[in-house]
């Protein structure tokens, strides 16, 4: 089955302890992207990457690292979250312009 | 930015078509139109997508303003299952996606 998988669906984490979200895609694709959803600011951009070691900043990129080392993986790394970082996040990945992307199905994110 | 902007609510009664707009004024001649849909605890669904033409496909209908400023997005007949976040996007260059706060659609059975 097609799909972006996201681990893990949730996380409870202390400030300032590193933490990654891994995002794994089984379609080839050469577009990822991760995005954050908060009440009332829908989801933002976080940082895409249009292939292997190539990776740009989105809306809201401050305090998120990424890497592109293989196509079918893109994790995001919070080197030390702070709790203005609690919210859900989203991976996705696509067949590049003008195709759409895959969405997966979320991790829920809190920092205490 | 491409911006996108939409109401934040609409109601529908089940089984009645369903228009569900957004103002792009900032468009550009090579952003493509997205939609997609978000379901409770679900991540966001693609819907249909299109340039300039209108776009039909199983599960909606794409109509496009001519200058581009605009788009609909037709469900033909809603269903409870169509109850969601519906969220139209500018594609820009490079395949950046830029998705607004949405319009939270309610089916009335």
């Known amino acids: 089955e097609a799909q972006v998988t996201q681990n893990p669906r949730y996380l409870i984490t202390v400030t300032g302890k590193k933490l990654t979200v891994t995002c794994s895609q089984n379609?080839?694709?050469?577009?990822m992207s991760w995005y954050r959803q908060d009440p009332g600011l829908g989801l933002r951009q976080i940082y895409y990457s249009m292939n292997v070691e190539v990776t740009d900043k989105g809306d809201v990129p401050e305090g998120y690292k990424v890497s592109r080392k293989e196509k079918r993986n893109f994790p995001l790394i919070l080197e030390s979250p702070s709790p203005n970082q609690t919210s859900l996040y989203f991976c996705a990945s696509s067949d590049g312009h003008p195709y759409g992307y895959t969405f997966g199905s979320g991790t829920r994110l809190t920092v205490v | 930015d491409a911006k996108t902007t939409q109401p934040n609510s609409m109601e529908s009664n089940e089984e009645e078509p369903v228009h569900l707009p957004c103002n792009h004024s900032t468009i550009s001649g090579t952003d493509y139109i997205h939609w997609y849909r978000q379901l409770p605890s679900q991540g966001p669904e693609y819907v249909i997508h299109?340039?300039?033409s209108n776009v039909n496909n199983r599960m909606a209908s794409l109509a496009i303003a001519e200058d581009r400023k605009s788009s609909t997005l037709i469900l033909h007949r809603a269903t409870l299952r169509d109850a969601a976040v519906y969220y139209c996007i500018l594609e820009a260059t490079g395949n950046q996606f830029y998705f607004g706060t949405g319009t939270s659609l309610t089916v009335i059975p």
């Open positions: 299109g340039l300039t």
């Open positions: 379609m080839n694709h050469e577009y």
